[in-house]
């Protein structure tokens, strides 16, 4: 199996990562902060270096990371928790349903507005001046991916978060697709939150997603109850992460983030992020000499990505990814969660294929899948 | 046996504790806290070896938040 659909989990992750998770669930498997015996207190211990090397990765405070079960999740709460009657909230138009869903059913409930800024495909200072356009006096958050999971249009998120300061609109980003392969610094690029799932770049295990969030941040929680702390008390505590943290934490999925952090650590997020863009380059060359093969690139300047979406003319996406399947290559095809993002860049009728490359995919991989996507297209009766 | 300690509501500000304090030269042990206050319910116990105050200027300092330092006898 050539496996190229790492957007939407890696695959496969990196044996520390697997050893990690069994030593957590056979050596210290107790249940993280809810006690006092060396078990407990080793597993806690273990949530919170994975916290605080989060904390360093991204550059935020340690109780500012707070444990989700997946970015959707991070994302509802950074939406509901954040947001309040009579807000104004601005978009981008190549969001996941992960982001449009919860907006929109607040706008449905009657409780905020929202627009879409459109992303301009080769004009960052379009792209800003879109956004800028949008402002009202009521806008209190913008919320946008850093990198699209459709097109891989990287968003010029520093640039937004430089507009936005200082004019009290919240600014939470989708790093669902950038985070381990594209560098997120929350302090520099100005982001108050930053949500991000644990199973896809940071090469953590399915089950773990995170919300970090700097002091300008205060997110309500969407679930209530046992926290290990403040236990005598009806009231959810007010402290961070305690307060969104209800519930036994994933101890064998953080322990594997973890140790999928340091992976990426040891490798070098700017070799791994150069490593996969040249995989795409070859691939968006590959394709440029198949016949009806069309490339979506919604790029800025530097197109430096890890995926690439595409079609086969007279071809629904759907049915190229299954036949690449047949031949062992593991693509996705479809809508990928995204109706604006197909709504926005016309490819709503027959989606997209994509292909997404992790750290382990090699240039053999692309060649392989190049000469099996030229035989597709050549025949008309597959 | 009378023993002081600096306490923590959680373990997470409790472990940031332990490292600031290790990155300064000073050992400190974190545990739950073996004399919880019945009103604040469970929290964590830091033992530090050495200076308490020391520990506790560090701490503050480094804005980790913490319920101040505590003492209780062993009746045992």
Redesign the interface.
């Known amino acids: 199996m050539i496996y190229l659909d790492n957007g939407a989990t890696t695959f496969p992750k990196p044996q520390s990562v697997l050893r990690a998770v069994n030593e957590a669930m056979s050596l210290y498997g107790a249940n ?2 809810r ?2 015996h060396a078990m407990t ?1 080793k597993a ?2 273990r ?3 994975t ?2 090397a989060l904390a360093d990765m991204f550059s935020c405070g ?2 500012r990371v707070a444990f989700c079960d997946n970015c959707t999740s991070a994302l509802n709460t950074a939406i509901r928790g954040c947001l309040k009657k009579g807000d104004h909230v601005i978009i981008s138009s190549l969001e996941h349903n992960s982001v449009l869903r919860p907006v929109h059913a607040m706008k449905k409930e009657g409780l905020i507005t929202y627009d879409v800024f459109f992303v301009e495909p080769c004009s960052k200072e379009k792209t800003l001046s879109n956004l800028k356009a949008l402002i009202k006096k009521n806008t209190t958050a913008v919320i946008c991916t850093a990198v699209s999971n459709v097109f891989g249009t990287v968003l010029p998120v520093a640039e937004i978060g430089a507009l936005l300061e200082g004019r009290g609109i919240l600014f939470v980003v989708d790093g669902a697709q950038a985070a381990g392969s594209h560098r997120l610094n929350m302090s520099e690029d100005k982001i108050d939150i930053l949500c991000l799932p644990g199973h896809k770049g940071l090469m953590g295990p399915m089950g773990t997603g995170l919300l970090l969030f700097n002091e300008r941040a205060e997110p309500l929680p969407l679930k209530y109850g046992g ?7 009806p009231d959810q ?1 007010d ?1 961070y ?2 307060r969104l943290e209800s519930g036994t934490v994933n101890l064998p999925g953080i322990a594997g983030l973890g140790a999928g952090v340091s992976f990426i650590r040891s490798r070098g997020l700017e070799a791994i992020s150069q490593s996969e863009s040249e995989l795409i380059s070859v691939l968006r060359e590959d394709l440029s000499v198949i016949k009806g093969a069309e490339v979506y690139s919604l790029m800025h300047s530097t197109p430096r990505t890890n995926l690439l979406s595409f079609n086969i003319k007279g071809k629904h996406s759907e049915q190229v990814a299954e036949l690449a399947d047949k031949r062992g290559i593991a693509l996705r095809a479809g809508y990928h969660c995204s109706y604006l993002a197909h709504k926005s860049y016309g490819t709503e009728k027959n989606g997209t294929v994509r292909v997404s490359v992790g750290p382990f995919n090699t240039k053999k991989d692309i060649k392989n899948l190049a000469f099996y996507l030229n035989k597709i297209a050549l025949c008309k009766n597959m | 046996m009378h023993y002081t300690y600096i306490k923590f ?5 409790g ?2 504790a332990v ?1 600031v304090l290790s990155s300064n030269g000073i050992k400190a042990s ?3 806290n ?1 004399n919880p206050n ?6 964590f116990a830091l033992f530090v070896n050495g200076n308490i105050w020391d520990a506790y200027d560090i701490i503050t300092r480094s804005h980790i ?1 913490n319920l101040g330092v505590e003492s209780y006898r062993d009746r045992i």
């Open positions: 993280p902060g006690g006092g207190m806690g211990r949530v919170y270096e916290r605080q340690s109780d926290t290990g702390s403040g236990s005598m008390s505590p402290f992460p305690d | 509501e959680n373990q997470t500000y472990e940031k490292s974190l545990r739950r073996p019945h009103k604040q319910g469970c929290n938040k």
